[in-house]
């Protein structure tokens, strides 16, 4: 009876002392190296992007930080890891739209829910998409594609990244916008489509605008609109799909910061003002700019912003997986 009477009472001290423990862990916080989990292979747009940003917090933050690629199942392994870590502030996830939105969507047992399992830190950039075609095809203008493949019984191919990937769905939505009779052609990685681009295997690619910039440029391709909300100070020659005439036609691919759901809210405050100075870099602003990136502004840097611009996200693609016929496996 002593013995349990004296249990009972270390048990209330220990009740009483962990919100002290708790709030004194957070006060020192961070007191040891964060990790970046980047769920994709070495040198993709999110990796470079945490890389560039993990440089540059780092010194406010007064710890390292460890760039860590956990690449598989189109980013399911990595953000699992993360969601299923402890949500003490040192363990984060680089989150983009396969690992957030569309992978998600598209698995019918999915590992994590990225709505209930991650709270939204910060998004780190934007970079929006375009519609290149070959040189060869007779087409200088979107208006010009939509009329071809009309004219076409086959119709004009396009590829992209993969089937239910973050190119697919916007294509999905142009062609019922439009009518156009664009066969999706789907590769391994939107790096894979431009080969075959090159060599006029495939009439267009629909890509994130710095990985065929220089195809641009160089005259081996053509790029026909951007899908961004305004022209992109890299190709301002180029119109957006909203002055084609698709108003509020917006598709691009984010690169953002996610904390496990319980991260304590000063952390992620602590976070979101690293990043929110960092964004002001000039030497981040002009890095992001060379390829094509958007820097986060006003509620790209905050939890409220962040979780509704990932509603809407989530449904224009809930809309084009269900256009594209696209059921979850």
Same mark, same amino acid.
């Given at each position: 009876?002593?013995?349990?009477?004296?249990?009972?009472?270390?048990?209330?001290?220990?009740?009483?002392?962990?919100?002290?423990?708790?709030?004194?862990?957070?006060?020192?916080?961070?007191?040891?190296?964060?990790?970046?989990?980047?769920?994709?292979?070495?040198?993709?747009?999110?990796?470079?992007?945490?890389?560039?940003?993990?440089?540059?917090?780092?010194?406010?933050?007064?710890? #390292?930080? &460890?760039?860590?690629? $956990?690449? *598989?199942?189109?980013?399911?392994?990595?953000? +699992?890891? !993360? @969601?299923? /870590?402890?949500?003490?502030?040192?363990?984060?996830?680089?989150?983009?739209?396969?690992?957030?939105?569309?992978?998600?969507?598209?698995?019918?047992?999915?590992?994590?829910?990225?709505?209930?399992?991650?709270?939204?830190?910060?998004?780190?950039?934007?970079? #929006?998409? &375009?519609?290149?075609? $070959?040189? *060869?095809?007779?087409?200088?203008?979107?208006? +010009?594609? !939509? @009329?071809? /493949?009309?004219?076409?019984?086959?119709?004009?191919?396009?590829?992209?990244?993969?089937?239910?990937?973050?190119?697919?769905?916007?294509?999905?939505?142009?062609?019922?916008?439009?009518?156009?009779?664009?066969?999706?052609?789907?590769?391994?990685?939107?790096?894979?489509?431009?080969?075959?681009?090159?060599? *006029?295997?495939?009439?267009?690619?629909?890509? +994130?605008?710095?990985?065929?910039?220089?195809?641009?440029?160089?005259?081996?391709?053509?790029?026909?609109?951007?899908?961004?909300?305004?022209?992109?100070?890299?190709?301002?020659?180029?119109?957006?799909?909203?002055?084609?005439?698709?108003?509020?036609?917006?598709?691009?691919?984010?690169?953002?910061?996610?904390?496990?759901?319980?991260?304590?809210?000063?952390?992620?405050?602590?976070?979101?003002?690293?990043?929110?100075?960092?964004?002001?870099?000039?030497?981040?602003?002009?890095?992001?700019?060379?390829?094509?990136?958007?820097?986060?502004?006003?509620?790209?840097?905050?939890?409220?912003?962040?979780?509704?611009?990932?509603?809407?996200?989530?449904?224009?693609?809930?809309?084009?997986?269900?256009?594209?016929?696209?059921?979850?496996?």
């Amino acid at each position: 009876m002593i013995r349990s009477e004296a249990g009972r009472r270390r048990l209330l001290l220990l009740g009483t002392a962990l919100p002290l423990l708790t709030a004194q862990a957070e006060a020192r916080w961070p007191a040891r190296p964060l990790r970046f989990i980047v769920p994709f292979a070495a040198g993709g747009n999110s990796d470079v992007t945490a890389r560039l940003f993990a440089a540059r917090i780092t010194g406010r933050l007064g710890q #390292p930080i &460890v760039v860590e690629n $956990r690449s *598989g199942a189109t980013g399911a392994i990595g953000s +699992e890891a !993360v @969601a299923r /870590s402890r949500p003490d502030g040192y363990t984060l996830l680089i989150g983009s739209p396969g690992s957030i939105v569309n992978g998600p969507l598209l698995t019918a047992q999915p590992r994590y829910d990225p709505m209930a399992d991650f709270t939204p830190v910060a998004l780190l950039g934007r970079v #929006p998409m &375009v519609i290149i075609v $070959r040189p *060869g095809l007779p087409a200088t203008t979107l208006a +010009e594609l !939509v @009329a071809l /493949s009309k004219s076409r019984p086959e119709g004009v191919t396009v590829g992209t990244s993969g089937t239910g990937g973050a190119n697919h769905l916007p294509l999905e939505l142009f062609k019922a916008a439009t009518g156009a009779n664009l066969v999706h052609v789907p590769y391994r990685g939107g790096g894979s489509t431009l080969p075959d681009l090159l060599s *006029g295997n495939v009439d267009g690619v629909l890509i +994130e605008l710095p990985s065929v910039l220089e195809i641009h440029r160089e005259g081996r391709g053509r790029i026909l609109g951007v899908t961004s909300a305004r022209r992109s100070s890299l190709v301002p020659e180029i119109p957006t799909f909203i002055e084609f005439g698709l108003p509020g036609f917006l598709a691009e691919s984010f690169v953002g910061l996610f904390a496990p759901t319980g991260t304590p809210e000063p952390i992620v405050r602590t976070l979101q003002a690293a990043i929110t100075e960092a964004a002001t870099d000039p030497e981040v602003l002009a890095r992001l700019a060379s390829f094509g990136a958007e820097p986060p502004v006003g509620d790209d840097l905050s939890t409220p912003g962040i979780v509704a611009y990932l509603q809407g996200e989530m449904t224009k693609a809930r809309r084009a997986i269900a256009i594209a016929g696209l059921h979850p496996e």
